[in-house]
């Protein structure tokens, strides 16, 4: 079954704007990473954060993961037209192996 | 350096046909994973290799069958194709598991 979900299902900003994305777990988790998915290409990975952190910067990219609600944000700041895409959030429960994916966050930026 | 390269790109199939989709890594990975792809439904699970010469069952094995060729290869065999099949399958690597995925850009794989 799917670990994450990320919330809301779509956004729609304008350039320079900020966009926050969410996504809430299930189980106990060792890391969560999210992934960034261009129309008719596979996944990228953007970003990982282990369990043991609150917060991770990478550029423009801001995530958080708070344990005790079972939840993390992306935050990306000053979006561009290149950052449309869907985004996804991946778990590993602490029992299982491989990742589990969200449904994903729609993204559009409009210029 | 490819990183994970995937054939086909697109196939078309009639219920009941049988193919087997190819994934290849260059990264020296250990580990391989399939995963399918549909509208509202996100990624899920197909199957997985943890390390050369092992297979496991993820979320969806039902109708597909693996095999770990050997460190680079893992193939995804679709014996009897049906419609609920029809999805976009993507291949992925990583070192370990609760390591970063390397994704292929995947196969759209349609069953009439």
């Known amino acids: 079954s799917q670990q994450g979900e990320e919330d809301p299902q779509a956004l729609s900003i304008q350039e320079g704007e900020n966009a926050t994305m969410n996504c809430s777990y299930k189980?106990?988790?060792?890391?969560l990473q999210w992934y960034r998915q261009n129309s008719g290409r596979g996944l990228v990975h953007l970003i990982l954060?282990?369990?043991?952190?609150r917060e991770k910067h990478s550029g423009r990219l801001r995530v958080t993961l708070d344990t005790s609600k079972k939840s993390s944000s992306l935050l990306i700041t000053a979006s561009r037209a290149a950052d449309t895409a869907s985004y996804f959030c991946?778990?590993?429960?602490?029992?299982?192996?491989?990742?589990?994916f969200g449904k994903g966050t729609s993204l559009l930026v409009t210029p | 350096n490819a990183g994970v390269t995937q054939t086909p790109k697109f196939q078309v199939l009639k219920t009941g046909q049988s193919m087997t989709l190819q994934c290849a890594q260059d990264?020296?990975?250990?580990?391989m994973y399939w995963y399918r792809q549909d509208p509202g439904m996100g990624l899920r699970l197909i199957y997985y290799?943890?390390?050369?010469?092992?297979?496991d069952k993820g979320e969806v094995p039902n109708g597909y069958n693996v095999s770990r060729l050997n460190k680079r290869e893992f193939s995804l065999r679709l014996e009897s194709a049906a419609p609920s099949q029809t999805s976009v399958y993507f291949c992925?690597?990583?070192?370990?598991?609760?390591?970063?995925?390397?994704f292929g850009n995947g196969t759209r794989l349609t069953v009439t």
């Open positions: 992925a690597s990583s070192e370990a598991n609760n390591s970063p995925l390397h």
């Open positions: 189980t106990s988790i060792n890391n």
């Open positions: 954060i282990r369990s043991n952190e």
């Open positions: 991946a778990t590993v429960s602490n029992s299982g192996y491989a990742l589990n």
């Open positions: 990264m020296n990975h250990n580990s």
């Open positions: 290799s943890a390390s050369e010469g092992t297979t």
